[in-house]
């Protein structure tokens, strides 16, 4: 520990031994290093933060999603940092008075490119920052950029809509011209090749027309005979009269109970009801009884003669609707095997009209979907438009706004000079202790028998007089005061940069 004790103070002897060397390399390293700081400009920082609030009153109905807004705020916040966004930052704040020329402008916008930041600090909240040689032309960019943001949103997605219902109405324009023309070469077609046939569409869906409509009327015509077949069966079991008496003669109660229920019975037949159905059944049940009334029930009036049979009218009267309705079906089978023959006719005196005609059925069709499509576009453009522009589909919030730096973000002058002075002084006292060791001198006794391998007998200590003593009071005080300038200076210097960062502020 002695060992230790006694280095340390061997140190320090040879440094205040050459302390005048020390204090004027550390006023040398001091006066360069706040020079070479003095030359560092400041850099003042301004910030802001904008939240970009997405409107999803009218998502998806107009065709605005939140993807498409997000994809707009992101499309924005990198045109912001375009060329012509800068340039319309520099010209709208002071930094127009140090412009002359298209070169200082284009100079402007360079810095400008590196000095601005536009950061996502979480979703659709952003953040500006812009740094600059001045606090004022800072702020003054950063609120330029919060305008172009707002403005760029509202007039992009104008003039975007602007410039697509231009494109549209220019490519509706043509594929109406085109529409009209292919339903002129269409009915031009119809009028020479089509005319006399029958159906509409082309010759292909008319022949498929006229076999659906032949099948549907044969099976009708089916239904229709086998339906007229069961009448006349029925009619040759029905007698036209049933026994009674002429002239005055008439029925009684349970032979009328028995005409009414051979009616129904033979209306329910009519209706095709199976000798099964519950109806049925109930009405033969009803017959054999009314049978038996009849039987026993004797004639009023005189005798002979006969009545007409309720059943056998109603029959016949089925007949003939029957029949009529046979007839109608054979005579629209008729019909349409004459249109199918027309049109096979057609077909093999000409072949190549089927395929004309089914080329310019498609070519109108097809124009005719691309036509009514670029109409839905275009309205659908309209009104996203409108839902952008007059419901404010992305609305911005300035939630910090722009600051005033009162104080420089970078350099920070106050620790650059502090370690300046700290360098300074340190490589002054290097230096004094380098020389010291390049000396062959020995501070202590015990140093030169270390050195020599002699033992030292006794040393001698410096004698001074009362001027020696005089003259290293007055050098100390010289020294002093060096050391105290070297001290003063550095607080000046720190006075001098609190005065500019309030004068700027």
């Known amino acids: 520990m002695n060992g230790l004790y006694d280095e340390l103070r061997i140190a320090l002897h040879t440094v205040w031994t050459r302390r005048w060397i020390a204090l004027a390399v550390a ?39 939140a993807a498409d807004q997000q994809r707009e705020v992101d499309t924005i916040r990198q045109t912001l940092t375009s060329a012509m966004s800068l340039e319309k930052v520099v010209r709208g704040t002071d930094l127009a008075n140090t412009v002359k020329t298209d070169r200082d402008v284009a100079d402007r916008v360079a810095g400008l490119s590196k000095a601005i930041k536009i950061t996502a600090e979480q979703d659709n909240l952003f953040s500006i920052v812009a740094t600059g040689s001045s606090p004022k032309v800072t702020r003054q960019i950063v609120q330029k950029l919060i305008d172009l943001f707002v403005e760029q949103n509202l007039s992009g997605d104008r003039d975007e809509t602007s410039t697509s219902l231009k494109f549209l109405d220019a490519q509706l324009a043509e594929r109406q011209k085109q529409l009209t023309d292919a339903d002129a070469k269409r009915t031009d077609f119809q009028n020479r090749y089509l005319g006399s046939l029958p159906g509409t569409g082309s010759l292909t869906d008319r022949m498929g027309a006229a076999r659906s409509a032949m099948a549907q009327v044969d099976s009708d015509l089916a239904a229709a005979q086998s339906g007229l077949a069961a009448i006349n069966g029925q009619m040759a079991g029905t007698p036209a009269n049933i026994a ?24 329910a037949r009519a209706r095709g009801y199976t000798e099964s159905h519950p109806d049925v059944i109930a009405l033969r049940s009803q017959l054999a009884s009314a049978q038996a009334a009849a039987r026993n029930e004797p004639l009023v009036g005189g005798a002979g003669g006969g009545s007409t049979n309720p059943a056998y009218i109603s029959l016949r009267s089925l007949q003939g609707d029957k029949q009529a309705q046979v007839a109608s079906l ?29 080329q310019i059925e498609n070519d109108y069709q097809v124009l005719k979907d691309g036509y009514a499509k670029l109409l839905g576009d275009r309205e659908a453009i309209k009104l996203r438009g409108q839902a952008q522009s007059q419901t404010d589909s992305i609305k911005f919030s300035v939630i910090d706004p722009p600051t005033a730096p009162r104080v420089p973000a970078a350099p920070n002058r106050p620790l650059l000079l502090t370690g300046v002075l700290i360098a300074g002084l340190s490589v002054g006292v290097a230096v004094a202790f380098a020389l010291g060791q390049l000396k062959t001198t020995f501070a202590t006794a015990a140093r030169l028998e270390k050195a020599t391998g002699m033992p030292v007998i006794g040393s001698i200590g410096e004698m001074v007089t009362k001027a020696q003593v005089a003259t290293r009071r007055r050098l100390l005080l010289y020294y002093g005061g060096g050391a105290a300038a070297l001290g003063v200076a550095y607080i000046a210097l720190l006075g001098v940069e609190m005065l500019q960062r309030g004068l700027a502020a």
């Open 330 to 358: 054979m005579a629209r089978k008729a019909q349409l095997q004459g249109d199918l023959d027309t049109i096979t006719a057609k077909l093999a005196g000409n072949p190549q009209v089927a395929a004309e005609q089914s």
């Open 27 to 65: 006023w040398g390293v001091a006066v360069l290093g706040w020079a070479a700081v003095a030359q560092i400009p400041n850099s003042y920082e301004s910030r802001a933060r904008v939240f970009v609030q997405m409107n999803t009153i009218l998502p998806n109905a107009v065709g605005i999603s």
């Open 244 to 267: 009674g008496a002429a002239g005055s003669v008439s029925a009684g109660p349970a032979r009328a109970r028995l005409n009414a229920i051979q009616g129904q019975l033979a209306d």
